[in-house]
């Protein structure tokens, strides 16, 4: 049964719809289209989605037909069709063509979380020397520049004897923001003040801030699929509604990205076009200007975040950010160190102009005040000596070898996976004769092998054919070791299936 609620707003905005005979179906599917989402395919919407949560249709079972819906419950035949639309865009139906809408089984979206992402020590202070992680997209400790920042801690004391005695400003470290926006002018095509730049703690903590500052629950989010687990945890935390933007080798389907910046006037866009978590694709120069001039004409704020730039592998260096093409300012840019400098300083850099950077500073003073000094200006020293640069350049080699490694094994194993060109992970597509990815998981995990499963990268939760593979934190022996042992671990599984009589 309709909720007497919900029924009488329904009615009511049936019986004002009926009134006004004025506007064409047309013009009404216009206005809902356009509309922001209070209205009321959005109460048909919610209506459905808790009638599912009911278990009113069984997983696979048809939903009514749209007249049917739309005569039950007053309603126009099109507000119908959106919120079916929408039902569809966010996983919890899907279509066959000429019979109707289908319920997907609710349970996907509860899907257990894998191991990793449950709180829990991190993981690699619990790895022994015979344990394979694949699951974390984070560098081997051995091969950062351990001993420059030792060198670094100590020089900092005596460089600014008060460091431990002040707080740093809530926007962060003036000279840090300085040095930061010469290094983005000289590297990103960047050209950005110190007053554009905000230091925060990691890349995830930008996110975190962007969403806490611009969406609001009910709000539509553009994300791509798969994405950064994180991302879909915080914008969904907040309420948004997670509209799926799938990324291929050759990018967006920016017709796709139109459509849904149409359809749902998203708030934001979250994207991570350069060697992105999980599949490594970077998102050609020629989509990068059309995103910005996507955002600007439908005023969808783009955040890029580029947490994997410089890890690129042969000597052609990625194309410049998304954000260097935006003239208008909406984009706005994060830029994580974490990866391949220091990860245990969390500094990365959140770069808008004001009255965005208003917003986001009151924010981060809600949340702690301003990150660290003294990790900002141990930070600080190293990004002035230049000595990145020659960390760099023999990481991506390191790194190169470690991913040739891992895919030489995919390869005689016969498995499928675009090669990425930079990055930390591959996204690997499991073989068709593999079993249910939670089976393979406990089997790895019975014999010290994780790996992150592909739902956990997806807001729809349904690329469980998936896996990312992380080769950045174990060497190229561990790497062989482990791929084996997965490798035979899915073999297994095909094993158990084919031997039921
Ligand atoms: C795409 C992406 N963004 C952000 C982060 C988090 O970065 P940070 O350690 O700077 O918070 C990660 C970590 O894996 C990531 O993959």
Known sequence: MLKPEIRSEIELNAKQNIQNKKISPIDQYKEAVHSRPTLLFRQVYNYLIEKLAQGTWKEHEKLPSVRSLSEELHVHRLTVFKAYQLLKDTGRIYVKEKSGYYAFPMTKKEYPLPNHLEYHPPENFLLGSDQYSFSQALVDPTLLPNRYFSEYAKKVFDIYPKVLSTYSSVQGDEELRSVLSVYFANTHQLYLEPDNILITTGAQQGIDLITRAFVRQGDYVLIERPT?????????????????????????????????????????????????????????????????????????????????????????????????????????????????????????????HSPRMNALMNYKYRMDNGAPLLNQKVFLLYLASERLTGHLEKLRTALCLRKEAMEQELYQAGWSWDSPKGGLSLWVKLPAFAGDTQSIMERCRQNNVVFSPGIAHDSLRQMDRYIRLSYSFMNEDQIRKGMKILIEAVREGHQDVTDVP
């Open 228 to 352: 950064y687990h994180a991302a879909i945890t915080i914008f969904e935390d907040q309420g948004a509604q997670l509209i799926p933007i799938d990324i291929h080798a050759e990018g967006y389907n920016l017709a796709a990205v139109e459509e849904q910046m149409i359809r749902y006037q998203p708030r934001v866009f979250y994207i991570n076009p350069t060697f992105h978590n999980p599949t490594g694709h970077t998102i050609p120069a020629s989509q990068r200007k059309k995103v910005v001039e996507l955002a600007e004409k439908y005023q969808c704020l783009v955040v890029e975040d580029d947490s994997f730039r410089d890890i690129y592998f042969g000597d052609t260096a990625p194309p410049p950010p998304v954000a260097s093409y935006d003239t208008e300012g909406w984009v706005v840019y994060i830029r994580s160190f974490s990866k391949y400098a220091a990860p245990g300083l969390r500094i990365a850099a959140l770069c808008t």
